[in-house]
């Protein structure tokens, strides 16, 4: 995620409702207008498009080896997203959008890869704390959200899962789960409990058919244009 500041107002009304403030990007003001030297948005390529291609190029192999595609989710994935604008280059929202699109593909990929021996889901990490806000330089702030975290999983909330061993739990699930263990159609979430206890729940994934065909036909376009 690219960073351009702290939202100040959006980390005043976070304060009503402060459990999906934590799960959101309210605080944080995102850069527009990012583009790679490839014509792209940046986020999309590098949350979506990047592995999409990764995966056209090595179908032989995960073919052959009967694997898996596992996608990284946000709880973030609001519809932050337009048709009109899919890789999000002006809106404001560039990290929400990608995520959303993560959604969107995923089931749709996993019945055109099913038929060549290789599944995709999308797990989500929940809460993690990282230093996503090292270049902001406020290294205050990252300890208080350390701290605000803890307080969170202590009071119940699973979703907080804090570090990287609990963050992985719903991935090494997917991962390693008979075919009839895991369902393309659901998401699976990495959780912690209060003592940092790690385990994966599911829940169906929501998708918008009508999204998710356009956005896996504008995808194919930009393989056929980068596959050289």
Request: one cysteine or more; glycine letters at 6%.
């Amino acid at each position: 995620m690219a960073i351009k500041s702290l939202n100040i107002l959006g980390i005043i009304r976070g304060l009503t409702h402060p459990i999906a403030f934590f799960e959101s990007s309210e605080a944080l003001v995102q850069q527009q207008g990012l583009v790679t030297p490839d014509g792209l948005g940046q986020t999309f390529q590098t949350n979506v498009f990047g592995h999409y291609l990764l995966v056209h190029k090595l179908l032989p192999v995960l073919s052959r080896a009967k694997g898996r595609v596992i996608w990284t989710g946000s709880s973030a994935s609001q519809l932050e997203f337009s048709q009109l604008d899919y890789m999000h280059i002006h809106g404001l929202k560039p990290y929400e959008s990608s995520k959303y699109i993560v959604d969107q593909i995923s089931q749709k990929m996993d019945e055109r890869l099913r038929q060549k021996g290789v599944r995709c889901f999308v797990g989500e990490p929940g809460n993690v704390c990282t230093s996503f806000l090292a270049n902001i330089g406020v290294p205050v702030l990252q300890m208080l959200i350390v701290v605000v975290f803890y307080l969170m999983r202590i009071c119940g909330l699973q979703r907080f899962t804090i570090d990287a061993q609990c963050a992985s739990a719903a991935f090494i699930y997917l991962a390693f789960a008979r075919d009839e263990e895991v369902d393309a159609s659901q998401k699976y979430y990495s959780c912690a409990s209060r003592w940092g206890h790690s385990s994966v729940v599911r829940a169906p994934l929501e998708c918008c058919t009508k999204d998710a065909d356009f956005l896996i036909s504008k995808l194919d376009a930009l393989v056929d244009r980068f596959d050289q």
